[in-house]
């Protein structure tokens, strides 16, 4: 689905106006998320963003695909040493100040940057494009509505497939070609540096609670000690909660939820623990609204957790696994702001996604949670976009 | 698998050869590739290796599971700012010249270093390490061994479930859910700077042929403009060549194989390419001696393509979408070195593993073509490592 020619001039205007308030003459953007973002092609481009006047993307490879994709004007790169020259010939400056995306470019490709640029002052314009990609338009709601429409009927083909003695690697193995056929794009785009990520954490019982690198309150154990996350090859067992934590991604539009299956009962405190999750996150779904910050939302629902239940030692995490959030934004990328964090400073506003995310880790046991992907709109709380049941899931 | 002891420390001393030679006196290291090679383990670590001593593994997420699974000892890392604290504990000094690895380090992260170590000079400590890792132990050989059987399993369940009327992706997920059944690690780690990758490509008919953003021959159409490599969501149809170009990866270790199947026979020319693409690839295989120049290697091949064939303009990808290389390293990441490619200078040395790939590629009809992985040993000629029949595979 090509991005329309209205939706790329809105993206535009936005991230002109964020260029002129910090005083940055002219942008020059690489990373695949915010490329895709601001032309509308994901081949291998780099894009240059003046301060006014149109874009200049440039196309590495593949040239005729990224022209057939992208809405505006594609010129042929042959060499990053030629990007001055389009600028000129585009009858732009060669900007005094210009932003890079400092927070994901390698310094040894930004000492080719200042090569080709010598008189050019480099600052970090990752702030502009992360605080601009948080705030979805119309257009972007309508993709992640897709996305979270798929990812439902995945959970749906969960119900069928699921059955005893299977294992977890199985399970996800199921899930992930179930997701494909029905249009899921591969790869889950991450802006943060080595970050890795393969389907989600579909993990059940104590495998569930054991912790690993990656920043999250469950990622599952992994198949071995060089891939120590996600699902692992151990047997789903009865009576286990079974954490189906999934990326969905269609037309790169990124839908995050986790649902919690099982094959037989869970305990009586499981379901209990389930049941405080559902009001943990109607709780931090009231609480996205616009105006506030991401920081003492963050507070609010640590707060809660302690005076109203029994479990704050096993929420988003236990001991010193603990992760400092109960939210994160989704969109093009996995790790979009705003994030409901320790010391967030962003304001909430409306179109921003966050995927909300309460789970109580119990060692040894397992994990009940739920997340699902909502839009920020007014006072009344966010909107869910995920479209899944959020009951338990009993299969006898 | 825990990475030994033995294995380690062979590895550790290797690499304060090297550093002593370049004159770096401590390299401080976190892409995880080369992390998990030094350390052991794939958590969150950082690894400091002074250019004699022991190394210093800083765990920051997951530590307790660092701990268990690096043969060294491990610290727990409080934040960066503690890394100087530990170099010092150990009795090491903090060094005049530190290497860092420039090739992937975000900027902002190098900056980060600097303060830390204000009075260090920095330098890029990649060709060191990217240098040894091409050349695999007798250990990691092994490793790459049980992926290459785990492939050729994958490929006997590709003939199984492989039927007319299947989507590209439809088999993709089968396929990749098979390898993950039986121990692959999901995640296919690559060095390069925003570099994606899901599975391989499982393309067919004239979306074989289609280029994109990939730095490959054969890349596949992808299933939208957001996700433009690797399968798409087209039916395969009887009589056209289906190309499974998978990555397996076991243990971290990864190998990379393309074979050509379908369903009803295929053309006679198409049948005729096939046989050039073996009689290439055992070219290349041959040509791949201890104490040759990649390059060289590159052009001798290019050359015997010329003379020897009538498909020249095909090879290797079609008109300004070729690719300059008709082999890569694969080991922990699918990028390493070296490369068989235009102007390449690494020299061959036993122990160098490559995944070698003779593809032709015919716009609007397919792609024929083949690809192992194989290891330097000899005058001889390299070794392959993959196991699987490299016959076509028609389906009736």
Same mark, same amino acid.
């Not at 481009?45 to 005729?64: C, E, N, Q, T, W």
């Given at each position: 689905? $090509?991005?329309?020619?209205?939706?790329?001039?809105?993206? #535009?205007?936005?991230?002109?106006?964020?260029?002129? $308030?910090?005083?940055?003459?002219?942008? #020059?953007?690489?990373?695949?998320?915010?490329?895709?973002?601001?032309?509308?092609?994901?081949?291998?481009?780099?894009?240059?963003?003046?301060?006014?006047?149109?874009?200049?993307?440039?196309?590495?490879?593949?040239?005729?695909?990224? +022209?057939?994709?992208?809405?505006?004007?594609?010129?042929?790169?042959?060499?990053?040493?030629?990007? *001055?020259?389009?600028? $000129?010939?585009?009858?732009?400056?060669?900007?005094?100040?210009?932003?890079?995306?400092?927070?994901?470019?390698?310094?040894?490709?930004?000492?080719?940057?200042? +090569?080709?640029?010598?008189?050019?002052?480099?600052?970090? @314009?990752? *702030?502009?494009?992360?605080?601009?990609?948080?705030? +979805?338009?119309?257009?972007?709601?309508?993709?992640?509505?897709?996305?979270?429409?798929? /990812?439902?009927?995945?959970?749906?083909?969960?119900?069928?497939?699921? /059955?005893?003695?299977?294992?977890?690697?199985?399970?996800?193995?199921?899930?992930?070609? $179930?997701?494909?056929?029905?249009? /899921?794009?591969? /790869?889950?785009?991450?802006?943060?540096?080595?970050?890795?990520?393969?389907?989600?954490?579909?993990?059940?019982?104590?495998?569930?609670?054991?912790?690993?690198?990656?920043?999250?309150?469950?990622?599952?154990?992994?198949?071995?000690?060089?891939? *120590?996350?996600?699902?692992?090859?151990?047997?789903? +067992?009865?009576?286990?909660?079974?954490?189906?934590?999934?990326?969905?991604?269609?037309?790169?539009?990124?839908?995050?939820?986790?649902?919690?299956?099982?094959?037989?009962?869970?305990?009586?405190?499981?379901?209990?623990?389930?049941?405080?999750?559902?009001?943990?996150?109607?709780?931090?779904?009231?609480?996205?609204?616009?105006?506030?910050?991401?920081?003492?939302?963050?507070?609010?629902?640590?707060?809660?957790?302690?005076?109203?239940?029994?479990?704050?030692?096993?929420?988003?995490?236990?001991?010193?696994?603990?992760?400092?959030?109960?939210?994160?934004? @989704?969109?093009?990328?996995?790790?979009?702001?705003?994030?409901?964090?320790?010391?967030?400073?962003?304001?909430?506003?409306?179109?921003?996604?966050?995927?909300?995310?309460?789970?109580? @880790?119990?060692?040894?046991?397992?994990?009940?949670?739920?997340?699902?992907?909502?839009?920020?709109?007014?006072?009344?709380?966010?909107?869910?976009?995920?479209?899944?049941?959020?009951?338990?899931?009993?299969?006898?």
């Amino acid at each position: 689905m $090509k991005v329309p020619m209205i939706e790329l001039e809105g993206r #535009l205007l936005i991230f002109q106006d964020l260029l002129q $308030k910090s005083r940055i003459e002219g942008a #020059l953007l690489v990373q695949r998320a915010d490329t895709l973002y601001y032309s509308g092609t994901a081949q291998n481009v780099h894009v240059y963003i003046p301060a006014s006047g149109k874009p200049i993307v440039m196309a590495y490879r593949d040239f005729l695909r990224a +022209k057939s994709e992208s809405s505006w004007e594609v010129v042929q790169l042959q060499g990053m040493s030629k990007i *001055p020259k389009y600028i $000129k010939e585009a009858g732009l400056p060669i900007p005094e100040i210009m932003g890079l995306e400092l927070d994901v470019l390698p310094v040894n490709q930004f000492e080719r940057y200042r +090569k080709i640029f010598p008189d050019v002052k480099f600052v970090d @314009v990752s *702030p502009e494009v992360r605080l601009q990609r948080a705030v +979805k338009s119309k257009w972007e709601l309508a993709r992640l509505e897709e996305s979270a429409q798929i /990812h439902t009927l995945v959970l749906e083909f969960a119900k069928e497939v699921l /059955h005893e003695g299977m294992t977890e690697v199985e399970l996800e193995g199921l899930l992930a070609g $179930k997701a494909r056929s029905l249009g /899921h794009g591969g /790869h889950v785009r991450m802006r943060g540096f080595d970050s890795e990520f393969h389907v989600g954490a579909i993990t059940s019982g104590a495998r569930a609670a054991v912790s690993s690198c990656f920043d999250g309150a469950v990622t599952g154990q992994g198949v071995s000690i060089a891939h *120590p996350t996600g699902a692992s090859m151990a047997q789903i +067992k009865l009576g286990e909660p079974i954490v189906v934590d999934m990326v969905t991604v269609v037309h790169g539009y990124q839908v995050d939820q986790t649902r919690i299956l099982s094959l037989g009962s869970l305990s009586k405190e499981l379901r209990e623990v389930y049941e405080v999750a559902k009001q943990v996150e109607e709780k931090i779904r009231r609480a996205l609204v616009p105006g506030r910050v991401a920081g003492e939302v963050y507070e609010e629902i640590l707060t809660w957790v302690r005076e109203n239940t029994p479990y704050e030692e096993n929420f988003m995490g236990y001991g010193s696994s603990r992760v400092r959030f109960v939210g994160h934004g @989704v969109g093009l990328d996995l790790d979009e702001l705003p994030t409901i964090s320790k010391g967030a400073k962003e304001v909430l506003k409306p179109g921003m996604v966050v995927a909300i995310e309460p789970k109580f @880790v119990f060692p040894g046991f397992g994990v009940v949670g739920i997340e699902d992907t909502v839009v920020i709109v007014d006072e009344e709380g966010a909107k869910y976009i995920s479209s899944s049941s959020r009951e338990l899931s009993i299969q006898s």
